[in-house]
């Protein structure tokens, strides 16, 4: 005999989320049912459904907001004038919970990946040329993870800047090489920003 159809559909639903297995998803579900009460239930669904309603990217730099443009770009306090680009949100959130980057970010969506086939075109690449190419930016620090994607979209990245009167420089020291800034620690992102070399 099998689960009750609502039990079923929320296996299912938990299934479409990364590392859970369909074990996992038939514990959450159960769970769902037997611990949280109608409150904790409303709330979460409210809460998935608000990540994808109000949310979208900033038009700037591909951080997540709620408004055209996120807090970092509208902000006063920022140094408009150094960017730091890196592939993904995550890792954005990563650097800005050190705090000790003032500039702002540009999110690249990704890193160039062959195999994959994921090229330029599908990552934010041509958009942060545009951007770096406005007289007042002074340095852009590419922070994409050392691993062989993240260098070849480094390499790619600096090559289009060529010709921009802006320095390039890269994060270095600290970061292992095949180091994801997600999975590294404070210390170490930490280093790797403050060891930054022109590029
Ligand atoms: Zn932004």
Redesign the pocket.
């Given at each position: 005999m099998e689960y009750p159809k609502a039990i079923v559909d929320l296996i299912d639903s938990f299934k479409k989320l990364p590392s859970i297995g369909a074990k996992s998803a038939e514990r959450l579900a159960m769970y769902v049912y037997s611990n949280l009460d109608m409150t904790d239930i409303e709330e979460f669904s409210t809460a998935l459904i608000n990540v994808k309603k109000n949310l979208h990217k900033?038009?700037?730099?591909?951080?997540l907001?709620e408004d055209e443009?996120?807090?970092?770009?509208?902000s006063k306090k920022r140094d408009h004038n150094t960017i730091m680009v890196v592939e993904n949100i995550k890792d954005l959130y990563v650097i800005e919970k050190l705090n000790v980057f003032n500039g702002?970010?540009h999110v690249l969506d990704g890193a160039i990946n062959f195999q994959k086939g994921i090229g330029v075109e599908d990552l934010t690449i041509n958009e942060l040329i545009v951007r770096a190419k406005n007289p007042n930016v002074k340095e852009v620090i590419i922070a994409t993870n050392a691993t062989l994607e993240g260098e070849t979209t480094a390499r790619y990245v600096k090559t289009l800047l060529e010709g921009c009167d802006c320095k390039v420089t890269r994060i270095a020291h600290g970061l292992p090489v095949g180091g994801d800034i997600n999975y590294a620690d404070e210390v170490t992102v930490l280093k790797a920003l403050e060891g930054r070399r022109d590029y």
């Open positions: 900033c038009k700037v730099c591909g951080n907001c443009e996120c807090e970092i770009c509208s702002v970010y």
